[in-house]
């Protein structure tokens, strides 16, 4: 009989010992892990995105973590550059009312389409500093003569939270 308590103490602490460590990770990565996959309900979202006739993908970025800004907020950003043989405004009007359901808020909301006429559009868009310039995407000069491109995109902040990438 004395052998079985020692074997249950020992189960019960080698059990206490796992919960220990489980709940230090969760503790010390849980909300980044909780972001990743956020972020992954975006992206995937973004990737079965049904896109105009025409179209090929050109590059695709996505990140979480202080993206603009100084501190204490947490961005999320998804996005994909096309090129398309379809008009501008067939474009536009092919993501009129497109929306993605947004896991941090539970709303649908719309995408961000931009047209970029040239190396210039980017200056006037929001996105992480990591991405806020045409060769981030793999795009030349001669990219914008053939076709139309343009970006697909959900950029949101929200309040920093465990998350060490957010601080």
Request: proline share 4%.
């Amino acid at each position: 009989m004395s052998a079985r308590k020692f074997s249950i103490k020992r189960v019960i602490f080698v059990l206490a010992g796992v919960l220990l460590i489980l709940g230090l990770l969760y503790f010390l990565c849980g909300d980044t892990i909780a972001n990743d996959l956020r972020l992954s309900k975006i992206t995937r979202q973004l990737d079965t995105l049904p896109q105009p006739p025409g179209t090929i993908l050109i590059s695709t970025k996505a990140a979480v973590g202080l993206l603009v800004g100084n501190g204490n907020h947490c961005d999320f950003f998804a996005g994909a550059v096309y090129r398309s043989q379809s008009s501008a405004e067939a474009i536009q009007q092919h993501y009129e009312g497109r929306q993605f359901q947004n896991p941090l808020s539970g709303k649908n909301e719309e995408w961000d389409i931009t047209i970029l006429k040239d190396k210039n559009s980017f200056a006037s868009l929001w996105l992480p500093d990591d991405f806020d310039h045409p060769e981030a995407w793999g795009l030349a000069s001669e990219s914008y003569s053939a076709g139309t491109l343009f970006i697909v995109r959900a950029m949101r902040s929200y309040d920093a939270n465990g998350d060490f990438r957010c601080h």
